[in-house]
């Protein structure tokens, strides 16, 4: 703010009112754009209208003024904490309010989503998508404790710390009904930990791996060929169908064949899907039994 537009002192010359033309000599005065005229005129006539309270800022006024405004010296106050702004950092906001440089930075600051108040200059504060918190405010949906600056997982509108996400929206495995965080593996259309997808024997992780299920156990090849395979009754090795040659396998009575073991003990034919005959515990083709 700057000085007034006009001069204000005491007349000693023989000068008239310029609008009421009583004699000024001896008498206060003021003088605007050229012109002379008492207090009285001065004030009813010529005298700026305060911004602020929207009375004239008459001569015996201390007046303030910026860009074609006015105001009294003591209207001249921050509109948010009433401070005088005399000789002091001003701005001029919307509907030509004035305020302190303390006020305008607090009122531009951005306001924190959980509180709703202004985060100023020196708060801890969270921001994610050009939204922002209080580091206080920036708490879990769930359990509503503060996540501050810690890990957290969005959900919608949601924030949710790590614990309380894994145990709302985590996949539970299989076998030991925890929640999967990372990693881990489908079998089935259900999820396992891959320390819980393990053979039943050996117990190694059987994630990538050939394996196995039998009645909801799991085996690798070997232990599936130890443990758990018949024996063919042909060549005594077990029989493991998808792991080796061949797919089918041969049941006759309480024994098990390859589907390549199965042949005529005397002419080596294969029977698999064809007539064969038992003859003391051992296999023939149709036509051999008749050679004995």
Not at 47 to 68: M, Q, R, V, Y
Not at 100 to 110: G, K, L, Q, R, V
Not at 206 to 223: P, S
């Amino acid at each position: 703010a700057g000085p007034g537009s006009y001069t204000v002192g005491t007349m000693s010359e023989r000068f008239d009112c310029y609008y009421c033309r009583d004699p000024l000599q001896g008498k206060k005065y003021v003088q605007k754009e050229g012109r002379h005229c008492c207090v009285k005129c001065f004030d009813k006539i010529c005298a700026n209208t305060c911004i602020e309270c929207k009375k004239p800022i008459g001569a015996d006024s201390k007046e303030l003024h910026f860009k074609n405004r006015y105001w009294h010296d003591n209207c001249f106050r921050c509109f948010k904490c009433y401070t005088s702004l005399v000789n002091e950092p001003f701005m001029l906001r919307e509907n030509n309010k004035v305020w302190c440089s303390n006020c305008t930075a607090t009122e531009d600051a951005p306001r924190c989503k959980g509180c709703f108040k202004h985060i100023i200059a020196g708060d801890q504060n969270v921001e994610y998508k050009k939204m922002v918190w209080h580091k206080d405010c920036f708490t879990c949906s769930q359990c509503k404790q503060v996540i501050g600056s810690g890990s957290f997982f969005p959900k919608g509108d949601d924030f949710y710390c790590v614990s309380c996400h894994e145990h709302k929206f985590a996949k539970t495995c299989a076998k030991c009904k925890n929640p999967i965080t990372s990693g881990g593996l489908t079998y089935q259309e259900k999820p396992w930990h891959s320390e819980c997808f393990i053979c039943s024997n050996c117990k190694k992780q059987l994630g990538g791996k050939r394996f196995t299920a039998v009645e909801d156990e799991f085996y690798c090849v070997d232990c599936y060929k130890e443990c758990v395979a018949k024996k063919c009754a042909g060549c005594k090795n077990p029989i493991t169908a998808g792991f080796g040659r061949g797919t089918s396998v041969v049941n006759y009575e309480d024994e098990s064949w390859h589907d390549y073991c199965f042949k005529c003990t005397k002419c080596a034919r294969a029977l698999a899907n064809k007539r064969f005959v038992c003859h003391n515990g051992k296999i023939y083709c149709a036509e051999c039994p008749k050679r004995l």
